[in-house]
């Protein structure tokens, strides 16, 4: 049986900026594959994308399994697209280790912001790259963009891997956590600290509306002590119930006030060409690796072995493995 022709890019591209969600749904499954006629297509279609008009936030968002990200999401998502706003969510979920596919299914998390026509959301592997973001997740958002969206949230696994990944390629970064004392405070690493925009404070409900204002007032203490990631813009703490909807509106706005303020001081102006940088040297990385891989053939796979056993040290192992792919000092 032959695989089937790749799909046609120029009826994906009319699609996407028509705002079809069943399209842009294609268009993402495309990008995500790793055939390379199908990798073809993905640079076609990327390049033949008009940019995006009109401002663009884009909100990473992550924390703790348990903390309810996907609930304090879906009431962040009505609340926007009641406002007027088209959302997409671009959630990064654990990847099953038989089949490789996402294993949580956000739209079954978040069912009533799936069915209306104002959101899009698109559950996607994280493979095994770090901080819980896909490879591809990038280009998704370059594809939400152009179909009209002008928010995109992208939500991490937040299962303790570097979240770098995330804030490099977003605006504002969300972290989630649970009402809790000292002790899990201590337990959240600098680094994520260090990275927020916002910390939100989930759950201030019922017997745990105390306990998240001291969560709150301990978190406020303990980021005054770290560098902020933005010069002169320190993270800021709120505390919200989703399950009550409180405290949402005001999450918003803070949110894309915080978007606006930047943004007046060239702050994301920047923070875009940074992550151009990165983004470029990324694939840089990825791509040298690929056909490192590629060109050494079972030679690859004889010298992991051997790093594997024992018996070849890594450092010279990936010399030799460049060696025999690019040739000697090449």
């Known amino acids: 049986m032959t695989d089937p022709s790749p799909p046609d890019v120029a009826l994906l591209v009319s699609g996407i900026t028509a705002g079809d969600r069943r399209v842009l749904a294609q268009a993402i499954t495309l990008i995500e594959s790793t055939r390379p006629d199908h990798r073809a297509a993905a640079e076609a279609l990327l390049a033949r994308l008009p940019p995006p008009t009109g401002e663009v936030v884009r909100i990473g968002i992550t924390g703790a399994p348990g903390v309810g990200k996907s609930t304090l999401i879906e009431a962040l998502g009505r609340h926007v697209v009641a406002s007027g706003d088209r959302l997409a969510v671009l959630a990064v979920d654990p990847s099953s280790s038989r089949s490789g596919g996402s294993i949580l299914g956000d739209k079954t998390r978040m069912i009533e912001l799936a069915r209306d026509e104002r959101a899009f959301i698109r559950p996607s592997p994280a493979g095994a790259t770090l901080g819980g973001v896909a490879r591809r997740t990038r280009e ?191």
């Open 140 to 330: 998704a958002m370059q594809l939400v963009e152009a179909a009209g969206y002008r928010r995109v949230i992208v939500e991490t696994v937040g299962v303790g891997q570097s979240e770098t990944a995330v804030a490099g390629m977003t605006d504002i970064f969300v972290l989630v956590v649970a009402p809790a004392g000292g002790d899990q405070l201590q337990g959240i690493k600098r680094g994520i600290m260090e990275l927020a925009d916002l910390v939100v404070v989930n759950k201030a409900d019922g017997d745990l509306a105390a306990a998240a204002s001291r969560a709150a007032a301990e978190y406020r203490g303990a980021i005054g002590l770290l560098i902020p990631r933005h010069a002169g813009h320190g993270a800021e703490v709120a505390t919200v119930s989703a399950i009550e909807d409180r405290g949402i509106a005001e999450l918003w706005a803070a949110v894309t006030g915080r978007w606006r303020i930047m943004s007046d001081a060239g702050v994301i102006a920047a923070l875009r060409s940074a992550q151009a940088r990165t983004w470029l040297w990324d694939e840089v990385d990825a791509g040298l690796r690929a056909r490192a891989v590629a060109r050494a053939g079972r030679v690859a796979q004889h010298i992991e072995q051997q790093v594997v056993e024992g018996s070849l040290l890594p450092h010279l192992g990936a010399a030799r493995l460049l060696d025999e792919a690019f040739g000697p000092n090449a």
